[in-house]
């Protein structure tokens, strides 16, 4: 064991050192459960997850600028993989998870910075991510790599429509250019989807694909969706402005075709999951990927409430309510898990094995 393991600071340098891009889905995960805990009525259940969400965006974000300034090496490494470089997309999702439900509260101008703070990412890495991981010095061929996390992309153009037509409600002053950024993004994300779809479907048919692949990001492939459905619904429901005005029925079908598509992705998720770990047994262990699991889960109840509720559809709107409550227990588990697993490598002082004691007299 390296001596900076044996130590508490030397075990959190290292787990800075390896943080994973993708951690801020920990923060979509919990921010979109508890909103549906809140569309059902348990608002008690969703304040605290709602605290957890914030308390965990803070953490990841200062966890975030420690290795910037001290692991600038790893970052920029994170950057230039296209296997693990779209997963600092969910900075982006993160925030505006958050701050859609912190607009719930009525916290509207901590959710107007969460919004800011979002499109500035999304833009920067929209632009920066593509060139450093695909387009820029290659060392492996980048559809080599596609997988689920570069669906991530869609889904942080999608959660800035969600949070704009949000706001754009409450905002009196400022629906015109929030009904245009809602629609603007939510129009990106659609083609985003499809792209990184012929991405990764290309990659899937092109090039070996083992059991150990297929890693829990995939789900946000049906993720992707169902905030596509969210954000429609959010838009549907907007103020009058120009831009929503223009696509409000286009952007309702869009909503209905991409519930139905994400609902048939559930049953091949599933199958595609006993074909790694209960045909092929690769272990099934605690991961941070596995918070791209229950972001798709809180995410498809939320969706097919607000698209039943919107379009007067009761049997959706049931299905989303009952799936909430699928995707609350699912957290319950990962989070016991994500916690059990941090105090046994971070927290928890390594056991070392002690060398036996000389017999007496020898």
């Known amino acids: 064991m390296s001596q900076g393991n044996t130590t508490l600071s030397g075990r959190v340098e290292t787990a800075i050192r390896g943080l994973t891009p993708g951690y801020f889905a920990v923060v979509m995960a919990t921010g979109i459960v508890s909103v549906g805990m809140r569309t059902n009525d348990w608002p008690v259940v969703s304040g605290i997850l709602l605290a957890i969400a914030a308390v965990a965006y803070v953490v990841l974000v200062g966890l975030n600028v420690a290795r910037i300034i001290r692991h600038r090496r790893a970052m920029a490494d994170d950057f230039a993989d296209p296997a693990r470089a779209f997963g600092f997309f969910t ?34 890495l929209g632009y920066v991510i593509p060139w450093t991981a695909v387009l820029g010095e290659r060392k492996v061929t980048p559809l080599s790599t596609a997988n689920g996390t570069w669906f ?14 949000t706001l754009e409600v409450e905002l009196e002053a400022w629906r015109a250019p929030m009904g245009l950024l809602a629609v603007f993004s939510w129009s990106v994300g659609i083609f985003l989807y499809v792209a990184v779809g012929v991405f990764v479907g290309i990659r899937m048919l092109s090039f070996p694909f083992r059991p150990t692949d297929l890693t829990p990001p995939y789900w946000v492939a049906m993720g992707a969706t169902a905030i596509t459905v969210v954000a429609g619904a959010r838009i549907v429901e907007m103020a009058t402005a120009p831009m929503v005005d223009a696509t409000r029925g286009l952007i309702a079908g869009a909503a209905v075709f991409f519930w139905a598509f994400g609902t048939w ?17 690769v272990p099934l262990r605690y991961e941070a990927t596995l918070w791209s699991i229950i972001f798709p889960l809180g995410m498809y109840g939320v969706g097919s409430q607000f698209l039943g509720a919107v379009d007067e559809l009761p049997i959706v709107e049931a299905i989303g309510y009952a799936e909430s409550w699928v995707a609350l227990a699912a957290w319950l588990v990962t989070f016991v898990a994500m916690v059990v697993n941090i105090w046994r490598t971070v927290i928890r002082r390594p056991v070392t094995a002690q060398a036996p004691a000389d017999a007496k007299g020898r």
């Open 91 to 124: 900075f982006v999702a993160a925030s505006s998870v958050l701050g859609s439900r912190l607009s719930q509260e009525g916290f509207h101008l901590a959710a107007l910075g969460l919004l800011l703070v979002a499109t500035v990412a999304w833009i920067l």
């Open 152 to 165: 991530i992309w869609a889904v942080a153009s999608q959660s800035i429509a969600v949070l704009a037509a």
């Open 265 to 281: 992705l559930i049953p091949p998720l599933i199958l595609a999951g006993l074909w790694r770990h209960v045909i092929h047994r």
